[in-house]
């Protein structure tokens, strides 16, 4: 009897405090990307509510660190930054909450209703849209002589630009790039990558640069490639590319060709309690209006994901250069874009990832 | 230390050779680093076995050569890499000049007993040179680490301005988001609240359960101790999985039936993990003291009226308390270094510093990390330093001289 009033003393004790510091955790990227959003979304929110944010830098293990967490019982987040196909196999697999987009999230300043401001961008019911990225490449501006590679085949032009060049580890943009520039037209190359012998023809193609590719995971390496000169040219996500060029100063010029169009944004994992649910909206309604996202942009160089926010793209936050010609999304730089197909690389990842690996042990 | 063997030159045909051999070693690395390994290598080779010649056929005069060679291979280090370079080839020339009269004066030979075979002398040098390799390779990294450290720039990279020695290339701009950003000081906390808790657990049941496990009557004394040394030897990843079931349920008992806050069960699950995995290390340093520990002293402790509790702090605690304070020392290092187990049961309030280090890494390679890498070596280094000062003290005050 006693150890148990003791016991409710001491919970007592330790409750009431945390009563008013309310805490909550944000599942991001990390890296200048988890930065740009501290700064446009968590300290206002924090500023505004009180509520103290958290940052765990996991969304690379999102999936598999929900789905432990649903089976233990014991989700530990409250909102999380995915891709979308990674939102669209958490909802399929009930991990995510559903939403209804126009009644959680607000409206555009106009009066436009959320599902149209977002528009076609909301791929699935659980997932709110914040940013359009892309892979792209980004070359050493003085390795590359006197005329930069300008197309994407570019990257499989040994003879033009010899030297190591870095690509992603995975199959997904790396094949449509082989068989686009192993001549097959833009809007076929799903329809030949869903036959055997497109799969072989595409590896084939890569095949031939081989011996000169510095596969990475992490969207950091090929930066860090680029500036010590290892690789003349490596694909990564524009944003990182930018914060190389225009925050450090370093030697790379972008090859915006062929780049592959990507969605990021915001899921809410299921299995909150009603309360938590009710916090992690707030937040989600705050952080996704108009002027929330386009504030993003001041930061780092991903296009946000409302129409409505692109005219209020200014100026980076601290060099004061425009932000606009450095977006994805920007006219100049999206003359020949790759839109990636979640629907074709949710049925064929597994087999695609599996020949893939085997490729690469060969 | 005196001379061993009166020592005479040597013939050219052993030195020559020689020098020529480490001259084209470290030519190996000059010609890789401007184009050419073989160029290099062959260089390397001829250029000290020309020096070397004119040294002690010719110029018959040590200290006039001494000085030639430094300045020699300083300006043909400068011309091929800059100051960096310089301060190397001064280096260099001035191991090969001492390098060649070791050889030729036979002064190698001074210092060793006067019946070696050749063949036990080169071993000899060979195990110095090995043991000195194993230590670079130790130490290097490590080394490599502290000057990126200070890079004005977001890449763990030597920029050229770092190689001329430029300040420019330089900024302790990693050290200061160290100590402002959020993020990281947030992580130190928990690694400074954490690891100290564990450690104090580890080490109180640790060496209770040594110290049972050492009486003789204990029935099945090798089960219980495999049991408890389990957590060392089974593969992180794998305790990692259960225990983060395991202490899933006893959280969401806590939080549900208690009613105590996240965060602060969120620290209990991980300071109880990290216990654990800290408790092997106490019971085997405190296990092997035991060893030596002389058992009549309790009994004599008991024979002049001392309770078992006063015999164990009065008595026992003393003389098995270096074990004890090692065991602390793994245990916290265990704690400190941990990232598998933390990534699984803590949630981001509980974020300790590798864990910080290892998705920075991943994330994003900012040499943030190297700062806070340097930060710790030099954290460890004043610890143990302090330690080791500690302990000859407490050595001189019983009369013991310091070994």
């Known amino acids: 009897m006693k150890s148990k009033v003791t016991a409710l003393a001491i919970s007592a004790a330790l409750v009431a405090p945390s009563a008013f510091a309310q805490e909550m ?47 233990a019982g014991n989700v530990t987040w409250d909102v999380v930054d995915v891709v979308a196909s990674d939102a669209m196999r958490l909802c399929d697999e009930g991990l995510a909450e559903e939403l209804d987009h126009d009644a959680v999230l607000a409206a555009a300043p106009d009066g436009t209703s959320a599902t149209e401001d977002f528009g076609d961008l909301i791929v699935s019911d659980c997932f709110v849209p914040q940013i359009v990225y892309s892979t792209t490449f980004g070359y050493r501006t003085d390795m590359v002589g006197d005329t930069p590679p300008s197309s994407i085949c570019d990257v499989f032009d040994l003879e033009k630009y010899p030297g190591k060049r870095s690509l992603q580890k995975r199959p997904i943009d790396n094949m449509e790039w082989a068989l686009y520039c192993d001549g097959v037209a833009k809007e076929d190359i799903y329809d030949v990558l869903g036959t055997p012998e497109g799969v072989e023809r595409g590896l084939a193609k890569l095949d031939t640069i081989k011996d000169s590719v510095v596969w990475w995971t992490a969207g950091a390496e090929t930066p860090q490639l680029l500036a010590d000169g290892e690789v003349v040219m490596g694909s990564t996500f524009n944003g990182r590319l930018f914060s190389a060029i225009a925050e450090q100063g370093q030697p790379i010029g972008m090859l915006w060709d062929m780049q592959s169009f990507d969605l990021d944004g915001w ?68 003359g020949n874009v790759h839109i990636y197909d979640y629907e074709w690389w949710a049925d064929n990842r597994d087999d695609l990832d599996a020949k893939f690996q085997a490729w690469l042990a060969k | 230390m005196a001379a061993l063997t009166p020592i005479s030159r040597k013939p050219m045909s052993l030195v020559l050779p020689t020098i020529a051999a480490a001259g084209g070693f470290l030519g190996i690395f000059v010609g890789a680093s401007n184009g050419s390994t073989l160029m290099g290598l062959v260089i390397g080779a001829v250029v000290v076995a ?37 301060i190397l080839g001064a280096i260099f020339g001035w191991f090969f000049h001492w390098f060649t009269y070791w050889l030729y004066e036979g002064r190698y030979r001074a210092r060793l007993l006067p019946y070696l075979t050749p063949g036990q002398v080169l071993w000899h040098y060979s195990f110095l040179v090995i043991c000195g390799a194993i230590f670079v390779f130790l130490i290097t990294p490590i080394l490599v680490v502290m000057p990126l450290s200070f890079n004005a720039q977001d890449f763990f990279t030597f920029t050229p301005e770092m190689l001329r020695f430029d300040p420019e290339g330089y900024s302790l701009k990693h050290y200061r988001d160290f100590f402002t950003n959020n993020e990281w000081q947030r992580s130190f906390k928990n690694s400074l609240l954490i690891a100290p808790i564990a450690t104090v657990i580890s080490v109180s049941l640790g060496t209770l359960a040594a110290i049972g496990l050492s009486q003789s009557h204990v029935p099945g004394r090798r089960a219980i101790m495999a049991i408890l040394i389990s957590p060392m030897i089974v593969p992180l990843i794998i305790s990692a999985t259960g225990m983060f079931f395991f202490y899933s349920d006893i959280g969401n008992w806590l939080e549900g039936t208690l009613g105590l806050p996240k965060t602060f069960v969120g620290y209990v699950k991980v300071v109880l993990a990290h216990a654990v995995l800290g408790i092997p290390f106490v019971i085997i340093t405190v296990t092997a003291t035991l060893v030596g520990f002389d058992r009549s002293l309790t009994r004599a402790a008991a ?44 949630s981001a309030s509980q974020k300790t510093l590798p864990w910080q280090m290892f998705t920075g890494l991943r994330e994003q390679i900012s040499p943030t990390i190297l700062a806070v890498a340097t930060i710790l070596v030099v954290i460890s280094i004043a610890l143990l330093t302090t330690v080791e000062l500690l302990r000859r003290r407490s050595e001189r005050l019983r009369g013991m001289s310091p070994s």
């Not at chain 1, 501290?38 to 996991?58: F, M, R, V, W």
């Not at chain 1, 309604?285 to 386009?294: K, M, V």
């Not at chain 1, 129409?307 to 936050?317: M, Q």
């Open chain 2, 50 to 86: 020309a020096l070397g010649l004119f040294f002690i056929g010719v110029l018959k005069n040590e200290q006039l050569s001494k000085w030639i060679s430094i300045v020699l291979v300083a300006v043909a280090g400068f011309v091929l890499g800059g100051i960096p370079g310089f």
């Open chain 2, 303 to 346: 024979n002049m009226g001392a309770n078992p509790v006063t015999t164990f702090f009065r008595v026992q605690m003393p003389l098995i308390l270096p074990g004890v304070i090692s065991g602390g020392l793994f245990a916290f290092i265990t704690s400190f270094d941990e990232v598998v187990v933390v990534l699984f049961i803590g």
């Open chain 1, 25 to 71: 955790t944000i599942v991001s990227w990390g890296g200048s990307y988890s930065k740009s959003q501290q700064l446009a979304y968590h300290e206002p929110y924090t500023a505004k509510t009180g509520i103290t944010i958290i940052n765990d830098d996991s969304s690379a293990e999102a999936v598999a660190k929900i789905r432990a967490m649903n089976e």
């Open chain 1, 267 to 334: 899921i809410i994992p299921a299995g909150l309690s009603d309360e938590r649910k009710q916090r992690a909206l707030e937040y989600l309604f705050f952080a996704t209006d108009t002027q929330r996202l386009a504030d993003q942009a001041k930061y780092i160089s991903y296009g946000p994901a409302r129409k409505s926010s692109a005219p209020l793209v200014g100026k980076h936050a601290s060099l004061g250069i425009d932000m606009a010609p450095h977006m994805p999304t920007d006219p100049a730089n999206a």
